[in-house]
């Protein structure tokens, strides 16, 4: 059973009638670190929207990943709700970065809440817009970027998201997320440690300079 308190916080602009719709057909979940909870491929059968931990989206081309954006708290995932309602394969993957609390919302009840409760469509549509502008600053970084402010970027967002630093993550792991070999990384961070920006250590990836 999905606790109404958390429900209110999670939608505090809902209607109260289709938040007991969702108290009622929504199934709360915990999800471990780690867990593949979507393939490119797969039929969308559930919307989730994170309540506590993070999901990480991203694509995958020839066996390398190209992070497009993570799902925090009280988010959701607009990918999986434009598959799940035009019922089509996904074409993204997503996993948990963090053991991860989700709210799964059934699609077949999305299709009926969106006609008799338009407030739900504001949700989604704001989760659009902060989704194409995260994309639109992901495109820009891959094309203007160089490697080591790319890098750099990338391990701030991580610290910031996670709370952590050091940041425990392997070079290989951070060559995955940005689409590049993890010799790549490996060279660009040291350069970064030279000039004094992070600090490798037994413990992780600390940022020295914000």
Same mark, same amino acid.
């Given at each position: ?9 999670? &939608? ?68 999986? &709700? ?10 993204? &993957?997503?996993?948990? !970065? ?26 989604? &549509? ?68 030279? !000039? ?15």
């Amino acid at each position: 059973m999905v606790n109404k308190q958390k429900l209110l916080q999670v &939608f505090p602009h809902l209607n109260s009638e289709l938040i007991l719709e969702i108290e009622d057909n929504a199934l709360k979940k915990d999800i471990p670190k780690g867990t593949e909870i979507l393939r490119e491929g797969q039929y969308v059968s559930v919307v989730p929207i994170v309540m506590d931990g993070l999901i990480k989206v991203f694509k995958q081309y020839e066996e390398r990943d190209l992070l497009l954006y993570y799902i925090k708290p009280n988010e959701s995932c607009i990918m999986s &709700f434009a598959a799940g309602l035009k019922n089509e394969p996904s074409n993204v &993957f997503a996993q948990t !970065e963090e053991d991860t609390t989700a709210l799964l919302l059934p699609v077949k009840k999305i299709f009926s809440w969106i006609k008799e409760y338009p407030e739900l469509n504001s949700l989604f &549509f704001q989760q659009y817009n902060i989704r194409y502008s995260e994309l639109l600053e992901t495109i820009q970084h891959v094309l203007f970027n160089k490697m080591d402010q790319r890098l750099y970027d990338y391990l701030r967002e991580k610290i910031d998201l996670l709370n952590k630093n050091p940041l425990k993550i392997s070079h290989r792991q951070i060559a995955s997320d940005l689409g590049t070999a993890r010799e790549v990384v490996s060279r660009v961070m040291k350069k970064l440690e030279q !000039e004094g920006k992070v600090k490798q250590q037994a413990n992780g990836i600390e940022i020295l300079k914000w």
